[in-house]
């Protein structure tokens, strides 16, 4: 079946322009992740969802940065006034529950570039 | 919450050689620990996960072990190919938690 799938697989933007990520998740995956991945790093936690409510925000580097999700499915990221520094790649994950041993899959990602 | 750490952060072994990545965690809580490999521009998969019910398991030229007592876990790749080159992340969630806890990530070079 079809996996998690994201939009635009690269965007290039200028310096504080907003910006919206698409996260597409397996159908019936309750629960949704995002990362962020700078170039060479680690997977940096920023937001969970469970259904449409976030009970998790701590991860969400500053309030420029926002996540909704929409009918326990598409997810959109959100940043405003991009930053040099927001330019990694985000990544969406979703699993079918949020507890338990479920496999948890990732999307291709988002390369966002600030000039 | 939970945190894990994982060694080394750079790995290079000749082609046909085994590789070893080990992984401690803090959380005795912890059950479901799964091993993803990233390769360069693409996403992070799944390569195996191993469940705490069970100490060892193999998929091929993969294995996982798990200790419990000292609460580390570890990867093994035994003869590897250059395609192994990637960058691997391991993971614990504890149970009851909703979100798993990465280490760092190993990047293996396998030399031909």
């Known amino acids: 079946g079809a996996g998690v799938s994201q939009s635009p697989s690269n965007k290039v933007t200028e310096k504080g322009k907003d910006v919206e990520l698409r996260c597409d998740p397996i159908s019936g995956h309750t629960a949704l992740y995002w990362y962020r991945q700078r170039l060479g790093q680690g997977l940096e936690f920023l937001i969970y969802f469970q259904g449409n409510s976030a009970p998790d925000k701590s991860g969400l580097p500053s309030d420029r940065f926002s996540a909704e999700r929409t009918g326990e499915s598409v997810s959109t990221l959100t940043i405003q006034r991009t930053q040099q520094e927001d330019s990694a790649v985000y990544l969406c994950?979703?699993?079918?529950?949020?507890?338990?041993?479920?496999?948890?899959?990732f999307g291709p990602g988002t390369r966002l570039t600030v000039l | 919450g939970e945190n894990v750490e994982q060694h080394p952060s750079t790995l290079s072994v000749q082609e046909g050689d085994s590789a070893v990545i080990k992984c401690t965690y803090s959380d005795s809580a912890s059950n479901y620990f799964p091993w993803y490999k990233q390769e360069l521009g693409k996403r992070p998969q799944l390569i195996i996960d191993i469940r705490s019910n069970v100490g060892e398991k193999k998929d091929q030229r993969i294995a996982v072990t798990l200790n419990k007592t000292a609460k580390h876990f570890s990867l093994h790749i035994t003869e590897t190919q250059p395609e192994d080159s990637a960058v691997y992340f391991c993971?614990?969630?504890?149970?009851?938690?909703?979100?798993?806890?990465f280490g760092a990530g190993t990047t293996v070079t396998v030399r031909a």
């Open positions: 993971a614990a969630l504890p149970g009851g938690d909703y979100k798993l806890s």
């Open positions: 994950a979703s699993r079918r529950s949020r507890m338990g041993a479920d496999t948890q899959y």
